[in-house]
């Protein structure tokens, strides 16, 4: 067993409630001792971001701007996240067989998550050190005082995954570009400006040039049909009796396709 489930995990064994979700745990941990000075301190990153593809894309883009050489050596997705990470005494144990293959011995763990009702209650104490992304400042409130959390203004994964390079750059875990190449990687969804759908046009037929004003009858490409005739077109000050011949006309007209075809 590592540092992940040092205060988890305790609790759990103790016998607390046995339901899927139980209460945070009284027992509070002390942090990870630091490292002796011939020895070089390592991390381990777990992305605890509830929807899986997105905690997905935030893995791989931070693995893709992690320093080389740098001190960061895993960056992972545990089968089981958000609140659930903590709080699910059901699924602890399977997270602790993840956690023995998939962490390293030894390694600082740094935990990626957004901010759920009940995850505050949760971190005073435990080992490691928490990336969190909240909505707002009353979020973000929740973590006051909390020496080892960092509060992402945001909950796009480039909220968080900033807020992780940034806190992280003494000690070189990320390349130097990490930002601009995360900002690529990582765009925020933009917002829904205007309609779905084109606005049909008024007139389409203005759109395309008039070559004539009648088709010729000896071609014409529905067969069978009788032969076009021309109708004036009406002024704007054309009688009522001129507009209702008109109309009486196309209908006409209109019946006889009708009737041949």
Same mark, same amino acid.
Request: hydrophobic share 45%; no cysteine; aromatic share 4%.
């Given at each position: 067993m590592t540092a992940r489930a040092t205060g988890i995990m305790a609790a759990y064994r103790a016998g607390l409630s046995t339901d899927a979700v139980v209460d945070a745990p009284e027992l509070r941990m002390t942090a990870i001792p630091s490292a002796p000075e011939n020895?070089?301190?390592?991390?381990?990153?777990?992305?605890?971001?509830?929807?899986?593809?997105?905690?997905? =894309?935030?893995?791989?883009?931070?693995?893709?701007v992690r320093g080389h050489e740098g001190p960061l050596v895993v960056i992972a997705v545990p089968p089981v996240r958000g609140l659930a990470f903590f709080a699910d005494a059901d699924?602890?144990?399977?997270l602790d067989r993840w956690w023995s293959h998939a962490i390293p011995d030894g390694s600082v763990p740094v935990h990626l998550l957004v901010h759920e009702e009940g995850v505050p209650a949760? @971190?005073?104490?435990?080992?490691?050190h928490f990336v969190v992304g909240v909505a707002g400042p009353d979020d973000g409130a929740l973590y006051g005082g909390l020496e080892n959390v960092t509060v992402a203004d945001g909950v796009e994964p480039l909220d968080v995954a900033l807020a992780t390079v940034?806190?992280?750059?003494?000690?070189l875990m990320f390349r130097e570009d990490a930002g601009l190449r995360l900002e690529k990687r990582l765009p925020r969804a933009l917002p829904e400006t205007g309609s779905r759908f084109r606005r049909a046009r008024l007139h389409p037929a203005d759109e395309f040039p008039r070559t004539s004003t009648a088709p010729a009858t000896d071609h014409h490409p529905i067969p069978n049909l009788p032969p076009f005739d021309p109708v004036s077109p009406l002024s704007q000050d054309a009688r009522r009796?001129?507009?209702?011949?008109?109309?009486?006309?196309? @209908?006409? =007209?209109?019946? =006889?396709?009708?009737?041949?075809?």
């Open positions: 020895e070089v301190m390592t991390y381990a990153m777990t992305v605890l971001v509830s929807d899986v593809e997105v905690a997905q =894309r935030l893995a791989a883009a931070l693995d893709d699924r602890q144990p399977k949760w @971190l005073p104490g435990l080992d490691g940034q806190r992280f750059a003494s000690a009796e001129d507009l209702v011949k008109a109309l009486a006309d196309t @209908l006409e =007209r209109l019946q =006889r396709i009708r009737t041949i075809t």
